[in-house]
């Protein structure tokens, strides 16, 4: 059975970073593909950024030059690293694995 487990968001600043991971179980970590999502309120669920298993990546023009994916086969782990953070960063950040989703973390950029 798949299990996502993410963490690390919380309140920020805008300018701020945040540091956001994802632990893996329930599948072989290496062999796939990773993505991060994120929903915003009142709005629908948007892909964020991608890391495939050759740790080829892959970023949505709106968070490109300011987020980094990578990935640590050796601990199950995923990691999102957000610099420069804006409002409209806001959101709730989920882990993905095909149709599998992880509980989400929230991300709140305020002043």
């Known amino acids: 059975q798949v299990q996502l487990v993410e963490s690390g968001g919380g309140l920020v600043q805008p300018g701020g970073s945040l540091r956001l991971s994802c632990v893996g179980s329930g599948f072989v970590f290496r062999y796939y593909g990773m993505n991060w999502y994120r929903q915003a309120p009142g709005k629908e669920r948007e892909h964020v950024a991608s890391i495939t298993r050759t740790y080829l990546t892959n970023y949505s023009d709106s968070v490109k030059g300011r987020f980094t994916i990578s990935r640590d086969n050796g601990m199950n782990t995923v990691t999102l690293q957000m610099n420069n953070l804006k409002p409209e960063d806001t959101g709730v950040y989920y882990c993905?694995?095909?149709?599998?989703w992880g509980q989400g973390t929230q991300v709140t950029v305020s002043s």
């Open positions: 993905n694995l095909q149709d599998n």
